[in-house]
C-alpha cells in the first residue's frame, strides 16, 4: 500500500519561499508510470491542482501558479519536493501530494498524503 | 479557463438516495472521477473512470456519465457518508485539470 507523508514548515513569512516534502513508503517512487502532484486546499475552500513531476524530472505546472512553482524530484530517497516563491496570504492553505495515475484517457490522483498545512504570516 | 460545475448541497435522510451532479463541457470526453472528503482528512477516491469503484469503497456508491453531466449516487445513504464530494476531470487537451466546487452532503 502506497503511503506519501507532507513535510515542511507551518509557517512562511510573505514574500517568501514555501518549500514542501513529500515521502513516498510502501513502493519505490519509480516503479510504474506514475507522475506526482501537489494539490492545496484554503481553509473552507476546494481543491486546486499546483502541478506534478514525472520520476524523470518533466513537469507540468497550473497556469495561474506557473511563474513561482517549481518542483523536484530525489529518486534516491523516494521523495519529490515543492517551492512556491513569493508567497502572500492567499497561499494560505493545506497542502497536500497525491501520486498521479494514468485512467485510460487522462491521469488521477489515486493515493494522497494527510496534508500538512502551511501559514503565511508575519 | 475549464470548469466543473457542483451543486453546493444535497440533503437525504438515512437510507434515501442521493445523487451528486457534476457538469463539464469536456465530459463526454473525459473521465470523470469522484473523491469524498470528511472534515480535517484528505480526499478519498470513491469512483474513478466515470463508474469504476475502488475495491476498499462500499458498494452503495456507484457513479455514471452521460453527455456534459457526471453523477455520482449513493444508494442508501449512510449518516457516515456526511462529507465534502468533488468531481475532477481535465479539459479535452487534458492539460486543465480541475476540480468541481464540492458539494456538502447532509444526510439526517
Known amino acids: 500500500q502506497v503511503q506519501l507523508q507532507e513535510s515542511g514548515p507551518g509557517l512562511v513569512k510573505p514574500s517568501q519561499t514555501l518549500s514542501l516534502t513529500c515521502t513516498v513508503s510502501g513502493g519505490a517512487i519509480n516503479s510504474g508510470s506514475h507522475y506526482w502532484s501537489w494539490v492545496r486546499q484554503p481553509a473552507g475552500k476546494g481543491l486546486e491542482w499546483i502541478g506534478r513531476i514525472s520520476t524523470s524530472g518533466n513537469t507540468n505546472y497550473n497556469p495561474s501558479l506557473k511563474s513561482r512553482v517549481t518542483m523536484s524530484m530525489d529518486t534516491s530517497n523516494n521523495q519529490f519536493s515543492l517551492k512556491l516563491t513569493s508567497v502572500t496570504a492567499a497561499d494560505t492553505a493545506v497542502y497536500y501530494c497525491?501520486?498521479?495515475?494514468?485512467?485510460?484517457?487522462?491521469?488521477?490522483?489515486?493515493?494522497w498524503g494527510q496534508g500538512a498545512l502551511v501559514t503565511v504570516s508575519s | 479557463s475549464y470548469e466543473l460545475t457542483q451543486p453546493p448541497s444535497v440533503s437525504v435522510s438515512p437510507g434515501q438516495t442521493a445523487r451528486i451532479t457534476c457538469s463539464g463541457d469536456?465530459?463526454?470526453?473525459?473521465?470523470a472521477y469522484w473523491y469524498q472528503q470528511k472534515s480535517g482528512q484528505a480526499p478519498v477516491l470513491v469512483i474513478y473512470?466515470?463508474?469504476k469503484r475502488p475495491s476498499e469503497i462500499p458498494e452503495r456508491f456507484s457513479g455514471s456519465s452521460s453527455g456534459t453531466m457526471a453523477t455520482l449516487t449513493i444508494s442508501g445513504a449512510q449518516v457516515e457518508d456526511e462529507a465534502d464530494y468533488y468531481c475532477y476531470s481535465t479539459d479535452s487537451s487534458g492539460n486543465q485539470r480541475v476540480f468541481g466546487g464540492g458539494t456538502k452532503l447532509t444526510v439526517l
Open positions: 497525491a501520486r498521479d495515475t494514468y485512467g485510460g484517457n487522462s491521469y488521477y490522483f489515486d493515493y
Open positions: 473512470g466515470d463508474n
Open positions: 469536456a465530459l463526454p470526453k473525459k473521465y
